[in-house]
């Protein structure tokens, strides 16, 4: 007799099939589950990934935006007031949103008060300085004139993108508040082999290489990091601002609409910028007109009787 014939192996065959199928369908609940499981984990990672993106855009956003702070000290009415010896009157730094504080021209009218508003990447400023810087630092330092110089940035857009009429006015803040005396020699040597419009410009290390080779010892890692951070980027801004809406103090002028503006007395000057004695002959008689207003008529006084 043959023992486990045919006829014993169903129920075994039927056993593995009902296994087979209850394994196949624990596969495909634990696939769901893992697909399910991935997708959260993929909605999860693009979520997680946008809101990355978002805190990046934000940071980016609010460090571009620099706080408006005080401007530099000794630029109270928005430019440098030097006089005799080349010596800068000494004011505090004006404080965000507040109002300009004018300089008092000389009283007597025997002291010519020469105002110029300036953007280091205008060609005609550096066409003005080159013909005029050597005979008003004279006069200054003489006392015969003040010079009070304003930078500012019209030009801001003009450089392929660096900004450099407004870095190079930072620039110049930054020396009008750390070696005030040294302004007038750094401002002038900006416009020695002044970059061309529409050109870059100088990087800050470049502007940083004017400002000791003009001659400022005093304070110069203050300077350099005050030109890096951009310190007084605002507050150039807002004087800019300032001097295109007006009014300009003790003039005549509602406000500028270019640079150079030079002022001489409260008078605009609109003579040659590139001839010296035009611009000499212009102070002269401003320094006249004013002289003469302000000098009082003596009082005749009657004769003793007796």
Partial sequence: MTIGGPSDSSPSKNRRRDAARVKAKQLRVSQKKKDRRNKVFLQGGIGLA???????VVVIIVNSIKPVGPGPKNMASDGVLIGEGMIAALTPALQPDAT???????????????????????????????????????????????????????????????????????????VANYSPN?????????????????????????????????????????????????????????????SLEGPIANSSLKSITGTPT?????????????????????????LGETYSTSTPTPTPTSAPVG
């Fill in 100 to 174: 300009p504080r004018p300089s008092e021209p000389d009283p007597t009218g025997a002291v010519a008060n020469i105002r110029v508003y300036i953007d280091y990447l205008c060609p005609f400023c550096g066409d003005f300085e080159a013909a005029n810087t050597e005979q008003i630092a004279q006069w200054v330092d003489t006392g015969a004139a003040t010079i009070e110089i304003h930078p500012v940035s019209m030009l801001t857009s003009r450089s392929a993108g660096t900004k450099y009429s407004l870095r190079s006015a930072n620039a110049a803040a930054c």
């Fill in 50 to 56: 946008a809101i990355a993106i978002v805190v990046l």
């Fill in 182 to 242: 040294d302004f007038f020699a750094f401002s002038s040597a900006l416009f020695v082999d002044q970059p061309e419009e529409s050109s870059p410009g100088r990087s800050n290390d470049e502007i940083k290489a004017v400002v000791k080779d003009s001659g400022v010892s005093d304070s110069l890692s203050q300077i350099n990091s005050c030109i890096d951070d951009g310190t007084y980027e605002s507050w150039v801004k807002a004087a800019t601002a300032r």
């Fill in 262 to 286: 030079v002022l001489v007395n409260g008078k605009p000057y609109a003579g040659s910028i590139d001839d010296p004695k035009e611009f000499a002959s212009f102070v002269q008689q401003a």
